[in-house]
Every structure is written in C-alpha cells, then in structure tokens.
C-alpha cells in the first residue's frame, strides 16, 4: 500500500498563510460581514487531522459536511451544516512536483476553490449532495472555478499564473467570455 505523504512543518506553515488569505478574499468577495458567520460553520485541515474517511484518493480536497447541534437546547432544534475542508496532503505534494507549479499560489488556489464550495453550500445557491469533491456537479464545478479565477486574478503572486495554466481547461470560459 502506498504511504501516504503529509505536509512537514515548513509546509504547513504555507498552508496557514494560504488558509489566512483566501479566507480574506473570500469574505471580502462575498461582501460577508466580518466573516464571523461563516468562520464559525467551516474547519480546514490537513492529513494529519483528518479522520480515516475523511482521505479521498485523487481529489486535491474535499468539503465533508456534518450536522452540529448548538449547546444547550433540546434535541432535534437548532441544528446547522458544519463543513470541513479536507486538504489531501500527498495528492497536492504529488501535483506540485509532477507539474512544477509552486506550493503557495496552489494551496491559495485550492483553498479559494474549497471556500467558494463552502460559501455557495451555505447560501443555497448549490445543494450540498456529496461529501466528495469528484461528486459534485460539472457546471458546479465549472462555475466554483470561474469564480477561483475571478477572485484570484486580482492578485500578483508568483507562479499563479502557472496555476490557472493547469486549471486552464476550467477557466477557458471566464478567461476569454468575459
Ligand atoms: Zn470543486
């Protein structure tokens, strides 16, 4: 059986840093008031925290989503969708050496893109219907891509470019349509 890789320290700490940016420009694009509402109904964590059937083979992430309870009243009132962002550590370390593309302007990518699914899962906009990221409808996912490229594309970073080069076949419509 393959073993599968985690992030290394330094790593992780890209992750912390992407994790802090695109929540920024997330929030700021869906104009959420100070983020708090949707702060408290997602997590994001890495392969080291993730629970066995929270590991996906093949997908970068995926966003599996539970049903919590608030403290304190009666069973059966009050419940509310929590999602958990669960990046896949060895498929995204595998990417980045196979194409090339650097770490950081990935992971943003990939957290950008998880965070649209969570926003547009919490607003209705597009029934949550499978907890896997390969499950999720085609022009969802074209859709959830296109608004990644909108919110990313405002920025210089190094190597993002090459990041919507590999996501090219997603982004043709938004790169060329708009
Ligand atoms: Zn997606």
Known sequence: MQTLRHFNQEELLKVDEAVKVSEELVNNYFK?????????RYDIKTAKDLAVHEHVDGPFAQVVKYEGRKKDVPLGSSSFSFY???LQDS???SIVEKEGVLLEPFLLYVLTHELVHVVRFLKFQHRYENKNEADVTFDEERKVHQLTYII???LSIPGLNQVFGFYKDWLIISRSGI
Do not use: F, H
């Open 32 to 40: 959420l008031s100070s983020g708090q509402w949707l702060k408290n």
């Open 84 to 86: 958990k962002v669960c």
């Open 91 to 93: 498929a995204i370390l």
């Open 152 to 154: 990313l594309n405002q």
